[in-house]
């Protein structure tokens, strides 16, 4: 049984960066990040096959937020630099524990295990 267990979040100014934790137990084929926004729908933003490390990044992010993973510690993270105020979101670790296509990599419906979550607030 997958678990999850997010930190790092918190308030920051326009500009400044974050690092997000994600505590991972059991076996997973692919973690992601995601955010939902108040009103908006959850998003992917970043994900990784654990196996090859192969990342992938959604256009908003990309060249700003880096997914990597520490085997050794059984953590997921995500440096998130230049940070702005439409980053504002909670921010979810998710897993997949069987194969899935790069169609579906950013597919939140896709992905059956979530951490509670973690708030990020950009300030302008």
């Known amino acids: 049984q997958v678990q999850l267990v997010e930190s790092g979040g918190g308030s920051v100014q326009a500009g400044g960066s974050l690092r997000l934790s994600c505590a991972v137990s059991?076996?997973?084929?692919?973690m992601g990040w995601f955010r939902q926004a108040p009103g908006k729908e959850r998003e992917g933003v970043a994900s990784i096959y654990t196996g090859s490390g192969n990342t992938y990044y959604a256009d908003s992010v990309k060249g700003r937020f880096t997914i990597s993973q520490d085997n050794a510690k059984r953590t997921l993270y995500l440096q998130m630099n230049s940070l702005k105020p439409e980053d504002t979101a909670m921010y979810y670790c998710a897993a997949h524990t069987s194969g899935i296509s790069l169609g579906d990599i950013f597919n939140p419906r896709v992905f059956g295990r979530w951490g509670q979550g973690t708030q990020v607030t950009v300030s302008s």
């Open positions: 059991g076996y997973t084929y692919c």
